[in-house]
């Protein structure tokens, strides 16, 4: 006897679009006018996009990329643009590990040097000398993304950084919130693969790259 499949789980939001709007719409309510938001590659681009918009601020993206030891396998750290990466701090490897590792690292820059082409066409991020950078990513599992961009932000001269996303897990949020950063997302689950479809409008990843890529084009 075979058995029903479960109901596919309604989404969070209807649309990037909306989820942005409102991400927006709850920063401007925090006070964080004349910020600059920056949207992560790729998921993060069309949200912050979106929040911009609501909020009327100014919108840019930063390149970065997850440090995976296996496709399959959740990432251990992440690259954001030139910075040093972010490790998980509990991925011990051993010795065996160590030249896999650097791999993925070498890896990760790679991609992150191809998106700088893609997304931004190699011109610089602009500026954030003393302003409030506020990091925007579509769902926030693996905090490694985030802090990565943080880091490259405060790099930038940014004088306050804001992690902000419409939907993250608890544990990511709260390591994030240890590290000192706000956190600001509307939706917090307590799965900690996190949501299945946040988004009533999500699509492959190619589509979503190649959209949230013309989005990037928009802010230069």
Known sequence: MTHPAPPKRA?????????GALLGQQ???????????LGITPE????????????GAQFDVLVAAFIKLGSNLAPIGAIAESVPSEMDPDFQPSGALL????????????????DLILYRTQRPVKTLAGKVAVIVDGQVVYPWKVL??????????????VIATPVATQTAADRIRARSYEVVCPSVVVEST??????GDMTGETPERLRSIMIAHQAA
């Open 148 to 161: 990565a961009a943080a880091k490259a932000a405060e790099q930038l001269g940014a004088k306050q950084v």
């Open 27 to 37: 920063l401007a309510a925090r006070g964080y006018i004349g910020c600059l938001l």
């Open 194 to 199: 996190g949501h299945p479809s946040p988004y």
């Open 44 to 55: 993060g681009v069309e949200i912050a996009a979106n929040a911009a918009k609501a909020m």
């Open 11 to 19: 989404s969070l939001y209807p649309t990037r679009g909306a989820a």
């Open 99 to 114: 030249d896999k590792l650097a791999s993925a690292i070498d890896e990760s820059r790679a991609r992150v040097s191809q």
